[in-house]
């Protein structure tokens, strides 16, 4: 089965500084990749997500993913984060007809 | 639209007792799902129904059951709660028309407390 892996647990940013949160997910093939944001006391929502074509995929919020199958990732970037960005961020890889997410990276600004 | 609705949003039990989670979805939706969140874990995958009439097994199944009642309504049973199991869950859908377009719509939660 398909699974994911983030290797930042924590991230702590001041505003306007870059953002790149990792993703790896564990074998080849066709794979469907999200980001998922939470926001505090909130529930899950798409950032962006990767079916095929373009590897760099554009999504909510200045938010974007870049696909290298070589490496097996879709790290997850910002060039200037905000204070609203502070948030639970997850990974996910689609497994035949489910979605699985990897262990999430809380990310937090400081104005 | 509700979207997806999940009640109750707290709920505290004693160890052994047992309750149901009820969701319900409005957005005519093929697949339903339950996942359970716990700091540092993310998010894990307890049970889903990829249609109406099938129920699978996720990651973490041991303890819980679930009913697709129908197109609408998928529900999470716990029999004999166990502190293990304070969490908060998470239902969520996707999939109208029959084509699987990767994106989750999520309830709110439900946050459980077991004694």
């Known amino acids: 089965a398909q699974s994911v892996s983030q290797h930042n647990h924590h991230v702590i940013l001041s505003e306007a500084a870059s953002l790149e949160l990792g993703c790896n997910y564990s074998?080849?093939?066709?794979?469907?990749l999200f980001w998922y944001v939470q926001y505090p006391g909130q529930h899950l929502q798409l950032l962006l997500k990767?079916?095929?074509?373009?590897?760099l995929v554009k999504g909510i919020k200045g938010f974007e993913a870049e696909f290298i199958k070589s490496k097996f990732s879709f790290n997850l970037r910002k060039p200037s984060v905000q204070w609203s960005d502070t948030a639970e961020y997850f990974c996910a890889v689609k497994d035949t007809d489910k979605l699985i997410f990897g262990t999430g990276t809380r990310l937090q600004v400081f104005p | 639209n509700a979207g997806v609705t999940q009640t109750p949003k707290f709920q505290v039990l004693k160890t052994g007792q047992s309750m149901t989670l009820q969701c319900a979805q409005d957005m005519n939706h093929n697949s339903m799902y339950w996942y359970r969140q716990d700091p540092g874990m993310g998010l894990r995958l307890i049970y889903y129904?990829?249609?109406?009439?099938?129920?699978d097994k996720g990651e973490v199944p041991n303890g819980y059951n679930v009913s697709r009642l129908n197109k609408r309504e998928f529900s999470l049973r716990l029999e004999s709660a166990a502190p293990s199991q304070t969490s908060v869950y998470f239902c969520?859908?996707?999939?109208?028309?029959?084509?699987?377009?990767?994106?989750?719509?999520f309830g709110e939660g439900s946050r459980l407390t077991v004694l």
């Open positions: 990767y079916f095929s074509g373009d590897p």
């Open positions: 969520a859908s996707s999939g109208r028309g029959g084509v699987w377009a990767g994106e989750l719509f």
């Open positions: 074998y080849g093939g066709t794979v469907n």
């Open positions: 129904s990829a249609s109406e009439g099938t129920t």
